[in-house]
């Protein structure tokens, strides 16, 4: 400009100067962390609560693809996929996109997205130069912005005089729970409100109480969940019933009262969840009630599958057998089920046969594809191919099935017959009958080195041997063949196999039957391991892997 005589406010020279202005702030806010303290959103006030809640149950110092979010530092490093932040510009931010991303990638793993007013204050944020307002971008995120402890105000907890219409315990509690409870609990609930408790919803949040008793016009909480008063809450989900508001209503207006006992009571422990009313529900069913309920869940299974393809349906005193094939297929299946259900009980040393309330369900399907549909739909996994047949019995028999792809009467390399897998998949429901522990090598291989032998072809079970040597090659704690998740799904009943193989001809079917039952009641393995076969659980893998050599 000097060298040129031009004036700084020449239009020629204009954005020059902007982009320089602009380019020296940017370098000023990365070099300076601590630089625009009150500048636009907040990170310690309003970001890193929003982090710490919903992302440091993954990305912490244990954080798979080396992402830490509980400090600014690890933010700014970024983890394996790159730079996390792209300050001045949401849209570019890796962090944005994996919050916004359609499907299972979509951050947090496993749990709704974020509510609107979150995704919007971190996008601000970013577009405002994603700055840092403490000293020390090493802080943890849980330390950002603490303020002194306010003094709990009195509170004064109202009983009920018999006068109520609404209840607190069975009315109000529930919506709070159902409702409330993502945002408002935990460390840092917004807004400083918390429903964790009677006396924490009593004690309000940052703006004061909440609750006024007998003043719905004073009752912040029911104006903003009634929609009288922006936000309406809740946020980012269902709105409340028209029974829900009408209930908080006459709740408010009837003066607060609680029924619920000690009012430091968390009201997760308050209301039931909908496994313990299911399983309340479940537990008050007769037999013939339980029977209606399984062939309604079967149907239900069976829509969700396929849906355009009408099932075949046979029931007997056990079994309701289902499938897509011919009615005398599934007649023949369910009498092979009873002969297998009598090999079972003299095995296992039963009294009498096992029991799974309201029948147990069998699906059939004719096709590979069909099989694999239903691991999709129903179980949420796509199925290796090695895998013909399952079971899954639930602790309340909310489930109680057997899923088995007819693969024919004869055995071969690639597939056993669908009688040695249907043996294979019973055994493994009669194992998850009130099973405390579900160790997966024991429930998927029992049954196929329990079957009647006239079933084990030679062919499959060369290839299951040969299969389990191949993975075991690999094993590097051989104790480690006993633990869940060692293996992958497919290696896992191949391993089963072989392991129960070993067991029974190390010792008798009675020691294999007193090891069963203390595994699947919970006794930790290594001590069920000495107490029947006097050797620990890393001496009878080694002899595992040794028979397989």
């Known amino acids: 400009m000097e060298d040129a005589g031009v004036d700084e406010k020449d239009r020629t020279i204009a954005g ?3 982009a320089i202005s602009f380019q020296k702030s940017k370098l ?9 303290k009150n500048a636009g959103i907040s990170f310690s006030k309003q970001v890193a609560p929003i982090l710490a809640k919903n992302c440091l149950g993954c990305h912490d110092d244990t954080a ?40 299972p990638q979509r951050m947090p793993k496993g749990r709704g997205p974020l509510a609107p007013n979150d995704l919007k204050t ?18 943890l995120l849980t330390d950002l912005g603490k303020e002194k402890p306010k003094k709990k105000p009195m509170i004064k907890v109202a ?13 109000i509690a529930p919506m709070f729970v159902k409702f409330c409870y993502r945002c408002h609990s935990g460390n840092n609930p917004d807004s400083g409100f918390s429903v964790e408790t009677f006396e924490k919803i009593l004690i309000g949040g940052d703006s004061g109480e909440v609750l006024v008793p007998g003043s719905l016009e004073e009752s912040r909480l029911f104006r903003l969940t009634g929609g ?31 029924d619920g006992g000690d009012p430091k009571i968390p009201l997760r422990e308050m209301v039931p969840t909908d496994a313990e009313i299911l399983a309340a529900r479940l537990q008050k069913m007769s037999e013939d009630e339980f029977r209606q309920y399984r062939k309604e869940k079967a149907e239900s299974h069976w829509r ?37 259900l009598q090999d ?3 095995q296992f040393g039963t009294k009498s046969l096992p029991v799974w309330k309201g029948r147990l369900a069998i699906y059939v399907f004719k096709d590979r594809y069909d099989y694999d549909e239903f691991n999709r739909s129903i179980e949420n996994r796509q199925p290796a191919k090695t895998l013909f047949g399952h079971a899954k019995v639930t602790a309340n028999f909310d489930d109680a099935y057997v899923a088995v792809l007819d693969t024919g009467d004869t055995n071969g390399t690639t597939k056993p017959s669908m009688k040695w897998t249907l043996a294979k998949s019973l055994t493994s429901a009669f194992l998850q009958i009130n099973a405390k522990a579900r160790p997966a090598w024991l429930m998927e291989g029992a049954g196929w080195a329990l079957a009647n032998q006239q079933l084990q072809g030679d062919a499959y079970q060369r290839t299951m041997v040969n299969s389990a040597a191949d993975v075991l090659r690999e094993l590097k704690r051989p104790e480690d063949l006993f633990k869940n998740g060692t293996f992958a799904p497919d290696a896992t009943e191949h391993v089963g196999y072989v392991t129960a193989r070993f067991l029974l001809s190390k010792g008798s079917l009675q020691q294999f039957r007193q090891f069963t039952q203390m595994i699947i009641g919970g006794r930790d393995v290594n001590d069920a391991c000495r107490a029947v076969y006097k050797a620990t659980s890393a001496n009878l893998a080694q002899g595992v892997l040794r028979a397989l050599q």
């Open 344 to 346: 079972i009980q003299k």
């Open 122 to 139: 971190i996008a601000t944020w970013i577009s405002q130069g994603a700055k840092y307002d403490q000293q020390d971008p090493n802080l």
């Open 16 to 18: 020059v100067l902007k």
């Open 64 to 103: 798979r693809g080396r992402l830490r979010l509980d400090t600014f530092a690890g933010m700014r490093q970024g983890g394996m996929s790159g730079p996390l932040l792209v300050p001045g510009n949401a849209q570019r931010s890796l962090l944005m996109a994996k919050l916004v991303f359609p499907g």
């Open 304 to 340: 969700k599958t396929l849906s355009s393809a009408k099932p075949v349906t046979v029931a007997t005193e056990k079994f309701l057998v289902m499938g897509n094939v011919e009615e005398s297929r599934l007649i023949e299946t369910a009498k092979w089920a009873d002969g297998i």
């Open 228 to 258: 009288l008063e922006n936000p309406r809450m809740p946020q980012g989900q269902a709105r409340i019933t028209r029974k829900n508001y009408e209930d908080l209503k006459a709740w408010v207006k009837e003066g607060i009262k609680y």
């Open 159 to 171: 009983k009920p005089d018999g006068t109520e219409t609404v209840s607190f315990k069975k009315d």
């Open 28 to 36: 000023e806010r990365s070099m300076n962390p601590g630089a625009g």
